[in-house]
């Protein structure tokens, strides 16, 4: 069985910094691109932040450039967002994503909410 477990969320002001961890078992960890989403209150979710299986590539929504850094722990089976400068408009749930092409698999967290105060 899959599982995806988020933790580190919180309340935190505005220039503030979290850190969430993505801890998972069930998969072979290695072999899947990581990736954070959020879903803000009212809207749909959407694109944080993109992991390769090798730490080699990583990609970001451009809201969150240079104010966030994902980063994986292969031995751990963890995924990791580093939230730094945090806004109030990052407020949301945010979810973990483990997902590989061949085959076609994509699994999800269950989230963990982010409240940033202005």
């Known amino acids: 069985q899959v599982q995806l477990v988020e933790s580190g969320g919180g309340l935190v002001q505005a220039g503030g910094s979290l850190r969430l961890s993505c801890a998972t078992s069930g998969l072979t960890f290695s072999r899947y691109f990581m990736s954070w989403f959020r879903q803000a209150s009212g809207k749909e979710r959407a694109f944080v932040a993109r992991?390769?299986?090798?730490?080699?590539?990583?990609y970001y929504n451009d809201s969150v450039k240079g104010r966030f850094t994902i980063s994986r722990d292969n031995a751990k089976r963890t995924v990791y967002l580093q939230m730094n400068t945090l806004k109030p408009e990052d407020t949301a749930v945010y979810y973990c994503?483990?997902?590989?092409?061949?085959?076609?698999?994509?699994?999800w967290g269950q989230g963990t909410q982010v409240t940033v105060s202005s």
């Open positions: 992991i390769s299986w090798n730490s080699g590539n990583t």
């Open positions: 994503n483990a997902f590989r092409s061949s085959p076609r698999e994509r699994y």
